[in-house]
Nanobody, 120 residues
Framework: VQLQASGGGLVQPGGSLRLSCAAS????????MGWYRQAPGKQRELVAR???????NYADSVKGRFTISRDNTKNTVYLQMNSLKPEDTAVYYC???????????????WGQGTQVTVSS
């Protein structure tokens, strides 16, 4: 089981980016999916997460600007980021609780990270 993230890049302040992260492998089900970020010299922090029932929560710093969503048929989570600020610059990691077919027990899986840089 693995997570593959994509969609990062360089954007000007006020711009938008959309991140995607797909879970692949022999998967029974996926529970909570989320996005975290880590800026240089800082700890990794939660950005947003969404349950399989589409309940969401967000870090205060991104409320009203970022939207998390998911497609359960594709085991994919998205992060729409609008009104980006320089302080949003970080490596963004996707995370999911995944139950593989082989064990049927949830495991915590991380994607490889994608760089988001907000700069003029």
């Amino acid at each position: 089981v693995q997570l593959q993230a994509s969609g990062g890049g360089l954007v000007q302040p006020g711009g938008s980016l959309r991140l995607s992260c797909a879970a692949s492998g022999s998967i029974l089900r996926v529970n909570v999916m989320g996005w975290y970020r880590q800026a240089p010299g800082k700890q990794r922090e939660l950005v947003a997460r969404i349950t399989s029932g589409f309940s969401t929560n967000y870090a205060d710093s991104v409320k009203g600007r970022f939207t998390i969503s998911r497609d359960n048929t594709k085991n994919t989570v998205y992060l729409q980021m609008n009104s980006l600020k320089p302080e949003d610059t970080a490596v963004y990691y996707c995370n999911a609780d995944v139950a593989p077919l082989s064990t049927r027990l949830y495991i915590d899986v991380w994607g490889q990270g994608t760089q988001v840089t907000v700069s003029s």
